[in-house]
């Protein structure tokens, strides 16, 4: 997300035991993710998603996996 850019939703509407999610991986914590912080909320950032993502990619097309832990410790 942009800064300025709306909100993918109405952050209101959000729960506080809600767990929020972020795809986006050019900041960490976005906008949307510090709102649903001040809610209260606990979330993943999108490069930890994608960490988590990438062995069940590899495991889907047959390749070598690795653990989320392994990739962390590459960046």
């Given at each position: ?5 709306p ?42 998603m994608?960490?988590?993502q ?9 390749l ?5 832990e ?5 960046v």
């Amino acid at each position: 997300m942009n800064d300025g850019a709306p909100m993918p939703m109405g952050v209101a509407r959000i729960a506080p035991e809600t767990f929020v999610g972020e795809v986006a991986m050019k900041q960490s914590m976005t906008a949307f993710l510090q709102a649903a912080q001040a809610r209260g909320c606990r979330f993943q950032i999108g490069a930890d998603m994608l960490f988590e993502q990438i062995p069940a990619y590899f495991a889907f097309f047959g390749l070598p996996s690795t653990m989320p832990e392994n990739l962390r410790a590459l960046v």
